[in-house]
C-alpha cells in the first residue's frame, strides 16, 4: 500500500490502480439506531434502522443513485418489508428479489450489527479481466482479510472455492465462522456486479432483457425502466466511495 494511502480503498493485489471495480461499504451503530452505507460505480444509497434493541421501529431508505429510473420506488417495499420485524428477523431469506436488493442487502447488514460497540468498514477491490483472470479483494477495517483469484469465471482461489463460479458459493459459504461468511457473501456480490464493466453500454438498456432478480426487474416494471444513473469510474477520482453520501447523513470520520 502507498504511504499516505486511505487504507479503506481496496486495490486488489496483483493490479494496478485504476483497472478494476470499487465498492466501499460502512456499518455505523449508535443508539437506537445503526446506518448502513454503500457506494459503488453505479449505486450509491443507505438504509437507517431506528431500533429499540430488539425490534425495527422505522426503516430509512436513502437512494442517492441507482442505475433505473424505476429503482427509487424500492426504498417502500423495504420499509414495508422490514418495519416492525424483530432485528433477529432480518434476514438474507426475507423477500430479497421483490427489493432492491442492495438496499435489502444494507438493512441485512445493519441489523447484524446493530449491538456493535462500533464501526464497520469494508472496501472491495475487484480487478477487470486480463486474459481471463480477475482477483478480488475485500478488507474489512483496512485489512485484507479476502483475496480471490478466478480464470475464465471459475475460481482458481480460495482453496476451498477452487472450481466453483461466484454463482454456486453458497455451500462452501455455509461452511465459514460467521465474520468470513459475511466477507465472502460481500466479496461473491460485488464480484457479480463488477461484471457489469465488461458488457458494453447499449447491452445494458433493455430491463425485460435481464432476469427478475430485483424490484426493477420484475415484469410489472421492467417494460417501463430507463438505464439513466450516473457512472462513476473510482480509478479516475480521488474521491472515497461513500464519503459525500456519509457527510450528508451526519457520519463522522
Known amino acids: 500500500m502507498a504511504d499516505g494511502q486511505d487504507p ?15 465498492r466501499r461499504i460502512r456499518i455505523v451503530p449508535a443508539p437506537g439506531e ?3 452505507v454503500l457506494e459503488d460505480d453505479i449505486h450509491c444509497m443507505a438504509v437507517r434502522l431506528r431500533h ?6 422505522a426503516v ?3 437512494t442517492d443513485r441507482m442505475p433505473w429510473s424505476t429503482c427509487p420506488g424500492s426504498a417502500q417495499v423495504l420499509i414495508d418489508t422490514f418495519a416492525g420485524v424483530p432485528l433477529q428477523d432480518v434476514t438474507a431469506r426475507r423477500e430479497r428479489k421483490r427489493n432492491c436488493t442492495h438496499l435489502h442487502d444494507m438493512a441485512v447488514l445493519a441489523a447484524a450489527h446493530a449491538a456493535d460497540p462500533e464501526e464497520t468498514r469494508f472496501a472491495i477491490a475487484v480487478s477487470d479481466p486480463v486474459g481471463g483472470r480477475r482477483e478480488l479483494e475485500l478488507r474489512r477495517n ?10 475464465d469465471d471459475i475460481l482458481v482461489s480460495p482453496a476451498g472455492a477452487a472450481g466453483r463460479t461466484l454463482l454456486t ?3 462452501w459459504i455455509a461452511t465459514l465462522p460467521s465474520d468470513e461468511a459475511e466477507e465472502a457473501r460481500l466479496l461473491q456480490w460485488a464480484g457479480l456486479v463488477a461484471h457489469g464493466r465488461t458488457i458494453p453500454a447499449d447491452q445494458q438498456v433493455e430491463a425485460v432483457s435481464l432476469p427478475a432478480n430485483c424490484y426493477t426487474l420484475q415484469p410489472e416494471r421492467a417494460q417501463s425502466a430507463q ?3 450516473k457512472i462513476v469510474d473510482f480509478n479516475l477520482t480521488d ?3 461513500g464519503e459525500a453520501l456519509a457527510r450528508q447523513l451526519g457520519l463522522r470520520g
Do not use: C, I, K, S
Open 8 to 22: 479503506n480503498v481496496a486495490t486488489a493485489a496483483g493490479f494496478a490502480q485504476g483497472q478494476g471495480y470499487r
Open 34 to 36: 445503526v446506518v448502513a
Open 52 to 57: 429499540d434493541g430488539e425490534q425495527v421501529l
Open 60 to 62: 430509512e431508505p436513502v
Open 142 to 151: 483496512g485489512m485484507p482479510v479476502q483475496r480471490w483469484v478466478e480464470q
Open 169 to 171: 458459493l453458497r455451500d
Open 227 to 229: 438505464r439513466n444513473g
Open 239 to 241: 474521491r472515497v466511495p
